[in-house]
């Protein structure tokens, strides 16, 4: 609380007229007759009686505690009317202060983020919030007393990301009530999003303190600001000298740990000079700068090559005319078709499609196989049994029911599959950890996928059709139109690569900043070694991204971040010391703190006690 002022004002004076109560009150006792009962030894005394009474004629007052209770409650009441209050000093938003670190790759430069973090624990008030401000703010601890607070400061990191400070601002404008206090601590050389200045003008418009804290350090910096891949191939970067004088800068190349190529390059002051690397091979390359500079994390760039989609695969199916055999055979030349009875072994295969009841042996050898790391896709089929590894459990056939996106995935991209016609189809419901694609009208599962073991099997409720005719409809064979659908070969040329991967290398290659939206929740471990379990992965670090069934190489490539000498706020002020001296993390406000809830709570005492003198007289 602080310091009081202990002169009473009322903020209600018009309320002390209510003392006047008091008055009638004095004037009831005064008429009210109060019988005396005296013991008269003879009548010579009641002369001198009549003339004490006359003497004393307010001392019935005193000698009455209902009276002086009654008193008491009128003027405690009376006060409270007039709402009487002291000033106090109290800390600035009720204590609570929230800060902002930039952590941005450019605040890794020369330790200027331990450094923030150093002062933040220097300002450490009663009730903490931090906001790490990345390219987008991340809430780390919110309303924490300061050990709490210094204990979640030790573990922060940088990151490899730009930095929104206004998104930041306004979220810790949100927090905060007016009076608060924010401290944005930054090297302020360069933000996305809208101006800081203006977020500041905003939070201080509710009366908030808000304190800019420039984190200064070296300038010196040579880095990977760029890179693509060119028609031909190959990848060209673009590595920057943001310094005064021309530097040498030797450049490693290293695919899947062995370097494949070294050369030097000279680079004007305030330049910037291309580099191209010709024939990728498949894999994980690192391009890395051989310099000493006050970034490091510009120094490194990666690439990844995915493999081929063409892989093996094997159809197990006893349908001599099945028609996705054929859709698969246009994308995909490697598939090998086998009956139910003489399956050869599933290893060395990238996927194994089943269209047909398996044997007992056979469904152990598939669910042995996927739990390895294989991925199978099964096709609903008349005789098909509930196993272990399928993602749904099979209910009882039905007839007829519509069809519905249930999730949007690349497989259903592009195909119109409320246009598919189901004259019968499995009452199929979803295990827990599958994800359900496409849905019945009677919420049966028709698509859908799950992880067994290190290996993915997706369950497909529209069976391939059978019997001579596929196309006549009044065919009991024929369970759905699908296979008459455009869309047909479409939905298994997507499914390949949705499994497999695609050739597409930007699915491989992203920048910092960017978001990952995964089907599940899934294990990633990130490119400094932790593991993290989401399904909205945020890629915040340069190298390489481990997700379930593909990897990701990640890049700053930020002209803005790796300049460490850019725009600054005019109105940010930096001391030598690397930031601009504020007072400490409490700053306290005087403010009126009323007190009639006290004089309440003493009227209420009194009525009580009033009641209970009353009993104890035996008036009540």
């Known amino acids: ?64 505690p209902l009276f002086l209770i009654q008193l008491l409650v009128l003027t405690i009441i009376s006060l409270a009317i007039a709402a009487p209050f002291i000033m106090a000093n109290e800390e600035a938003g009720g204590g609570h202060t929230v800060f902002i670190l930039d952590a941005s790759a450019s605040m890794k430069a020369d330790g200027k983020f331990d450094r923030a973090v150093g002062e933040v624990n220097k300002l450490l008030s009663g009730r903490n919030t931090i906001i790490l401000a990345e390219s987008v703010p991340v809430m780390v601890v919110k309303e924490v007393p300061s050990g709490s607070a210094a204990e979640a400061l030790g573990k922060l990191k940088a990151k490899d990301t730009s930095t929104d400070l206004s998104s930041a601002i306004i979220l810790g404008r949100r927090l905060l009530p007016e009076g608060g206090r924010m401290v944005v601590l930054s090297d302020f050389i360069s933000w996305s999003g809208d101006d800081p200045a203006v977020a500041r003008k905003l939070a201080e418009a509710n009366s908030i303190t808000v304190d800019f804290l420039t984190m200064s350090g070296r300038t010196d910096n040579i880095g990977i600001v760029n890179g693509w891949f060119e028609t031909n191939g190959d990848y060209k970067i673009t590595i920057m000298n943001y310094n005064k004088n021309a530097q040498d800068v030797r450049v490693d190349v290293a695919t899947n740990g062995q370097n494949v190529l070294s050369s030097s390059l000279n680079i004007k002051a305030e330049s910037n000079e291309y580099f191209a690397i010709n024939n990728l091979a498949q894999g994980t390359t690192k391009i890395s700068l051989n310099v000493q500079d006050a970034l490091v994390t510009d120094n490194n760039a990666y690439i990844i090559i995915p493999g081929s989609m063409k892989q093996d695969l094997l159809y197990i199916t006893d349908n001599a005319k099945s028609p996705s055999v ?295």
């Open 1 to 64: 609380m602080g310091l009081l002022d202990t002169s009473i004002q009322f903020a209600n004076t018009a309320g002390l007229y209510a003392l006047l109560s008091i008055i009638p009150l004095i004037i009831i006792y005064l008429l009210r007759p109060r019988p005396k009962k005296i013991k008269i030894p003879s009548l010579m005394f009641l002369l001198d009686i009549e003339r004490k009474k006359r003497l004393n004629i307010f001392r019935k007052f005193l000698k009455d």
């Open 326 to 620: 054929v859709a698969l055979g246009l994308v995909n030349s490697n598939v090998k078709k086998t009956g139910t009875r003489n399956i050869p072994s599933l290893s060395g295969n990238s996927i194994v499609f089943v269209g047909s009841p398996l044997s007992a042996d056979a469904i152990k050898s598939l669910a042995d196989y996927v739990s390895n790391g294989g991925n199978a896709v099964i096709m609903a089929s008349q005789g098909l049994q509930d196993m272990e590894l399928l993602p749904v459990e099979l209910g009882s056939l039905a007839n007829r029911t519509s069809l519905a996106v249930a999730q949007p995935s690349m497989m259903t991209e592009g195909i119109d599959i409320g246009k598919i016609e189901v004259k019968k189809h499995f009452k199929a419901q979803l295990k827990p950890g599958a994800v359900t694609l496409v849905e019945g009208g009677d919420k049966s599962v028709m698509l859908s996928y799950w992880k067994f073991g290190k290996g993915m099997v997706i369950y497909s409720g529209l069976a391939d059709p059978q019997g001579d005719n596929i196309f006549d409809p009044l065919n009991e064979k024929v369970w759905n139109d699908f296979h008459a659908n455009p869309g047909y070969p479409l939905f298994w040329k997507q499914m390949l690569e949705w499994i497999t991967g695609s050739l597409d290398v930007s699915e491989y290659n992203a920048k910092t900043g960017m978001f990952i939206k995964l089907p599940s929740k899934q294990s990633v471990k990130t490119p400094g070694g932790d593991s993290l379990t989401t399904d909205l992965l945020l890629l915040d670090e340069v190298g390489v991204y481990e997700i379930p069934g593909k990897s990701v190489a990640v890049n700053l490539y930020d002209d803005r971040e790796s300049n460490l000498a850019g725009k600054s706020l005019a109105d940010v002020s930096s001391n030598q010391s690397g930031s601009r001296e504020i007072v400490s993390g409490v700053q306290t406000i005087r403010k009126p703190q009323p007190v009639e809830v006290y004089l309440i709570i003493a009227a209420m005492f009194l009525v009580l006690l009033e009641l209970y003198y009353l009993r104890w007289r035996g008036e009540l």
